[in-house]
């Protein structure tokens, strides 16, 4: 990092622009498997909150691959530094007023607790999307589960690569025998509980 640059601090502070915004900013960390329905409920609870005036936006796994991370591939490193970016994206929309939803996978508990200590003091929480592994193959919307089946995907996480479950998130979802709506009617309520938005 080059020593010649310096941090600017900015002209209007977040507690005005949560004031302006009537809620708070946070930054909600969407983890499961892949096919678990993260990047549908983090939709979904986007569009919830937009039709709500709220400053809303989501930060999803494909579609930053396509732009800010075009230039990562698959391996550790790159998995590691994928997320890193994307945490410090979160942090820039949280202190800009905005709830930022991400959706990745971020299969290990490191990588959570990494992104976590950059967004905080800035209000963070995990969300964890689960399904059985044989609910969200079934799925297969991507049809990942069916290449790295087939040999076609090395390390695909909850096959041949580790998926470790957070053991104490900041909210669960059990997302394989209830609708979208109900997820989202869960994450409605857990904003107002932790007074991200009005009641």
Known sequence: MSNNITFHDQSVSLEQREAHNGHKSA????????GSGKSSLAMALQHE???KNYQVTVLDGDNVR???????????????????????VSKLFAESGFIALTSFISPYEQERLNARKIVEPLSFYEIYVEVDLAVAEERDPKGLY????????????????PYEAPVNPDLLIKNQGQDIEAGVAQLMTFLKEKGIIPN
């Open 27 to 34: 930054v909600l960390w969407f983890t499961g498997l892949s």
């Open 49 to 51: 909150l937009f039709e």
């Open 66 to 88: 396509h732009g800010l991370n075009a230039g990562l591939g698959f391996t550790a490193e790159d998995r590691i530094e994928n997320l890193r970016r994307v945490s410090e």
């Open 146 to 161: 069916k290449k790295a089946r087939a040999g076609e995907i090395k390390n695909f996480t909850g096959l041949d690569a």
